[in-house]
């Protein structure tokens, strides 16, 4: 049940009350790129990360790629769709990496609902966070020049992921262009121009698809 205390959906839950959707849990390990599940498929299920990442992206017509969230272990997706029972996924999830994944029924996760509603409040404050993470996407998408969008979300990265290192802070994900450009509604190729430039300043550095904030006090000046 360790999998559940670690996310912020169940954090303050004793032992012994998780230990009841121990029956309702189911593990899977999916390979590098494959797909946990696609845009239009079913909403039935609560997912929790365990291992991996994923990214939670939409395809466009012209084919840019929207991401919406790159998830790393003890993070929770998918909970809002378990309220209707008609909904269905809007947007694809894939495994970045090598990735393994718990899910939680409907059912389940309603019962416990019922009969624990103090989830209500931590409930509340995922999907606010949700939701403040969205208005600043959209506020950044209409408002903000593309550098600054990228430094922004680099310093976000770094903050929430951030791992210290002898040369900085290292982001804690494996995050390639273009899905660093589908985070901040920009072109791979204009991406690519304002790491280039920020590697050059010596504000970052890139290796090996990490990245280190080496001065965040120069990106926060472009951001």
Do not use: C, W
Not at 123 to 128: D, E, K, P, R, S
Not at 143 to 156: G, M, S, T
Not at 203 to 219: C, F, Y
């Amino acid at each position: 049940m360790g999998v559940l205390a670690r996310t912020p959906l169940f954090d303050g839950f004793p032992a012994d009350e998780l230990e009841t959707l121990a029956p309702a849990l189911k593990l899977r390990a999916f390979p590098k790129g494959s797909y946990l599940f696609h845009e239009g498929d079913a909403g039935a299920l609560l997912f929790v990360v365990q291992a991996g990442q994923v990214k939670i992206a939409r395809m466009g017509r012209t084919g840019e790629e929207a991401v919406y969230a790159v998830l790393l272990p003890g993070d929770v997706f998918g909970e809002l769709a378990l309220f209707d029972p008609n909904s269905v996924r809007t947007a694809d999830a894939q495994a970045v990496e090598p990735t393994e994944r718990v899910t939680l029924g409907r059912e389940a996760f309603l019962a416990f609902l019922d009969a624990h509603p103090k989830l209500i409040r931590n409930l509340v404050a995922v999907i606010g966070r949700y939701l403040d993470r969205v208005d600043d996407a959209f506020a950044e998408a209409a408002f903000v020049d593309i550098p600054a969008r990228v430094a922004r979300k680099l310093l976000d990265l770094a903050d929430t992921h951030g791992q210290s290192t002898p040369a900085g802070v290292r982001i804690g994900m494996r995050l390639s262009q273009r899905t660093l450009a589908g985070m901040v509604a920009a072109s791979r190729e204009n991406v690519n121009r304002a790491l280039r430039r920020f590697e050059t300043r010596g504000d970052i550095l890139q290796e090996a698809g990490s990245i280190t904030i080496v001065r965040p006090g120069e990106l926060r000046k472009r951001s």
